[in-house]
């Protein structure tokens, strides 16, 4: 038993780690997503807390022996829910010296390595998707915060046209701010909308289908309705449900015709533009004020990690300006990220993106995108030559959107169908894929980012998809 810390438990600390964490990452490509009874495994953990510690490693082991069967194996090959990529080898030991560094990288006087490297992958991110080498940028903890930051730069860039300076004077006054958009829209956008106090009902969406398809003519006419009035547009690179993109290069001639500000919610779509195959979905992109994109879903980085870029970076400094007596003068050439995005206390995230970007470069991530193109379109022939599987969409990226239909059911007892066989896919916990609704139909839409998925994991879908929607139909 043990009261405090103690420098002698690191040796056998780093030992058990490191025998335990070699044993996992060797099984995961068999490992089963999700094991069955996760609720009887967390019981465990329901304990007061101790008054008298049981040391470092007699706490590790507690918490890897009964824990890890309450664990999703979300960096394995066969996690197709949400969009989840795995973690690169380089990322995941650039992300382990990381937290034994436990760098804050706020400013470069605490950090001078996570700062600097800050600096460096934002510029290779801009080379690797083709952007604008004066677009500047952040690290975020995901897409949500990513849009945060671009919005709020967005916010930032509306109040000046109206000459306020809504960081300090906050938007009392002020008009309602036009946000216009298609159905393809994703919720961490209206999320950062109602952290930013624009609120989620200023979005006004323009679809033309079931689908969330955008309706230009419309998004045009409420533009013209504004006289002039500053407005922001948001462009959808990739939508969840069935990988689809806004026309990005159509709304940017919008946002110049009518001096709007655009930004895009790239994501996961963003990586479009790795491959020729699909670079022409996301072209327009580097014409935007404002771009986001995940580390954790592509770049296979591990959680958390996202990306914002803008144009201005003094929007960003107007925004999230961080200033007190004991820290760095604002006025400091050297980088102050702390300054630029809603953290101050922020994780040396760079580390794990400069390793696998130096690891990989270019052509690797050419290859896993492409990689995992391929894996979509062959679980689509698949589909598609099932007799009881149907698929409710095109397949432009990385999502295959589908659902059971052994035949003879309406669309209502359809959807009763596939929910039932949504709960028992994950709760069979073989291989990870939820549902969604897509033109009110309810339907998987497994997503392919992860390096580590392989053809035979796609064989293993559509195999117990079929398996489970059978013993339920019968």
Known sequence: MTTSPDRDELASVLRFTAREAAAYLEALDQ????????????????????????????????????????????????????????????ALGADMLAAVLDQPAYAWVISPLGVHLERVVLRWLTELFELPADLSGIITTGATMANYVGLGAARAWWGEQHGVDVAEQGLSGLPGVPVLTSGFVHASTKKALAMLGIGRSALVQHARDAAGRIDLAALERNLLALDGAPAILIANAGEVNAGEFDPIEALADLADRYSAWLHVDGAFGLFARLSPRTAALAAGIDRADS????????????????????????????????????????????????????????????????????????????????????????????????????????????????????GGLDDAALDRLNARLGDALLEDGRVYAGTTRYMGKVAFRPAFVSWRTRAEDIDLLVSIVRELGAQLRG
């Open 291 to 406: 771009i986001t994109v995940d580390g954790h879903k592509w770049l296979n980085v591990p959680f958390d990690c996202g990306f914002a870029f803008v144009r201005d970076v003094k929007l960003l400094a107007k925004t999230f300006a961080y200033a007190a007596a004991y820290l760095p003068d604002p006025a400091d050439p050297r980088p102050q990220f702390g300054n630029l995005g809603p953290e101050s206390s922020r994780r040396s995230r760079a580390f794990a993106v400069w390793a696998s970007l130096r690891a990989y470069g270019r052509e690797g991530y050419r290859t896993l995108v492409e990689h995992d193109l391929d894996l979509a379109a062959a679980l689509a022939r698949q589909v598609d030559a099932a007799p009881d599987l149907e698929r409710l969409a095109e397949v432009p990226l990385n999502i295959v959107c589908f659902r059971y239909n052994p």
């Open 31 to 90: 490992r089963r997503v999700r094991l069955p009874d996760v609720e009887r495994a967390l019981t465990h953990f329901d304990t007061p807390l101790p008054e008298r510690g049981s040391g470092a490693l007699a706490a590790l082991e507690e918490l890897w022996g009964k824990g890890l069967d309450a664990t999703i194996a979300t960096s394995g090959p066969r996690c197709f829910h949400f969009v989840i990529g795995g973690t690169t080898p380089a």
